[in-house]
């Protein structure tokens, strides 16, 4: 990669590891449902703008919107709720680091989907490395959560943090079924436009049956602010930056922004007071040397080469 691509990397991890750091503002007064249906209404909006702007048809076939119906399912609603919802329920001083740093955990189960559903991406020596350092790192994260109550459903920080691994897996499955896109002949901007728009569609009648968000307060100025962030930064300009990388460095290339989401959404968590304990540091080193077994280029690196032989 070139130095324009390594500077929209970087600029997409600052967008992504920053949505944590926006979430946590607007969750104070924002539950976690109504949120999610925020966020994708207004990158719903924004994208529709883009679109307009860009003079770009508006996706029209049937079997398109079922695909997005799916993607929307799998790349937003489910993920945005787990996420959300487990931001809530851990502990306020860990809550968006600790989130990023367990969502950093796709890529590892993405390898796992991968091998289940595909037949060209099959688990080998180094990816089941990854995918064990990975889950070694989740378990020792989860660990001083363990036996601080007697029931599961009464430990809501453990669950808090289960849920935030759930939506990884489902993030990962949603990377596997978005190999589809390739064969639907819409452009990078119509399938975020797509995708977003719905999980609106989605999401509406949820947030109106269980937050009745009409009977909420108004919340505050920083919520609603955080919000539109949330929404035009990191959802509808993430994608769209999302897309340009993928088509300029590919996906492997991609796939770099996953170690530094949590190391952006952690530098962004100490504006907000959080502080993460030696524990979670330790599942960190973990989860990334994880990810370096399953992208594999380091350790490529790191082989010694064969001598030329002399001549």
């Given at each position: 990669m070139?130095?324009t691509?390594?500077a929209l990397?970087?600029l997409?991890a600052?967008?992504?590891?920053?949505?944590?750091?926006?979430?946590k503002?607007a969750?104070?007064?924002i539950?976690?449902?109504?949120?999610?249906?925020?966020?994708?209404?207004?990158?719903s909006?924004?994208?529709?703008?883009?679109?307009?702007?860009a003079?770009?048809?508006?996706?029209?076939?049937r079997?398109v919107?079922?695909?997005f119906?799916?993607?929307?399912?799998l790349?937003?609603?489910?993920?945005?709720?787990?996420?959300?919802w487990g931001?809530?329920?851990?502990p306020?001083?860990v809550?968006s680091s600790?989130?990023?740093?367990?969502?950093?955990?796709?890529?590892?189960?993405?390898?796992?989907?991968?091998?289940?559903l595909?037949?060209?991406e099959?688990?080998?020596?180094?990816?089941?490395?990854?995918v064990?350092?990975g889950f070694?790192?989740v378990?020792?994260?989860l660990a001083?959560?363990?036996?601080?109550?007697?029931?599961?459903?009464?430990?809501?920080p453990?669950?808090?943090?289960?849920?935030?691994?759930?939506?990884?897996f489902v993030?990962a499955?949603?990377?596997?079924?978005g190999?589809?896109f390739e064969?639907?002949?819409?452009?990078?901007?119509q399938?975020?436009?797509?995708q977003?728009?719905?999980?609106?569609?989605?999401?509406?009648?949820?947030?109106?049956?269980?937050?009745?968000?009409?009977?909420?307060?108004?919340?505050?100025a920083a919520?609603?602010a955080?919000?539109t962030a949330?929404?035009v930064?990191?959802t509808?300009?993430?994608?769209?930056?999302?897309?340009?990388?993928?088509?300029?460095?590919?996906?492997?290339?991609?796939l770099?922004?996953?170690?530094?989401?949590p190391?952006?959404?952690?530098?962004?968590?100490?504006?907000?007071?959080?502080?993460?304990?030696l524990?979670?540091?330790?599942?960190m080193?973990f989860?990334?040397?994880?990810?370096?077994?399953?992208?594999?280029r380091?350790?490529?690196?790191?082989?010694?080469?064969?001598?030329a032989?002399?001549?």
């Amino acid at each position: 990669m070139g130095p324009t691509e390594w500077a929209l990397l970087a600029l997409l991890a600052l967008l992504w590891g920053g949505s944590f750091f926006f979430t946590k503002i607007a969750l104070a007064a924002i539950p976690p449902l109504t949120l999610v249906l925020g966020r994708v209404a207004l990158a719903s909006l924004t994208l529709a703008l883009a679109l307009a702007l860009a003079g770009a048809p508006f996706p029209r076939q049937r079997h398109v919107w079922i695909a997005f119906l799916g993607m929307g399912l799998l790349n937003n609603v489910v993920p945005f709720s787990l996420l959300f919802w487990g931001q809530t329920a851990m502990p306020k001083e860990v809550a968006s680091s600790l989130a990023s740093i367990l969502n950093a955990t796709t890529p590892i189960f993405t390898v796992l989907v991968a091998h289940v559903l595909t037949r060209d991406e099959r688990l080998n020596a180094g990816k089941l490395a990854g995918v064990l350092f990975g889950f070694a790192g989740v378990a020792i994260m989860l660990a001083p959560s363990l036996g601080t109550a007697p029931r599961l459903s009464g430990n809501l920080p453990l669950l808090g943090m289960l849920a935030c691994l759930a939506a990884a897996f489902v993030y990962a499955c949603a990377g596997v079924f978005g190999r589809r896109f390739e064969r639907l002949g819409v452009t990078a901007l119509q399938s975020a436009f797509g995708q977003v728009t719905a999980s609106s569609v989605i999401m509406a009648p949820v947030a109106a049956i269980l937050d009745r968000p009409w009977t909420l307060p108004m919340p505050t100025a920083a919520a609603l602010a955080a919000l539109t962030a949330l929404a035009v930064i990191s959802t509808a300009l993430g994608y769209v930056l999302y897309f340009r990388i993928l088509a300029r460095a590919g996906a492997t290339n991609l796939l770099l922004v996953t170690f530094l989401i949590p190391v952006v959404a952690c530098a962004l968590g100490l504006l907000l007071g959080e502080r993460l304990g030696l524990v979670h540091l330790i599942g960190m080193g973990f989860i990334g040397a994880g990810l370096a077994a399953v992208d594999g280029r380091l350790l490529r690196r790191l082989r010694p080469r064969p001598l030329a032989p002399a001549g």
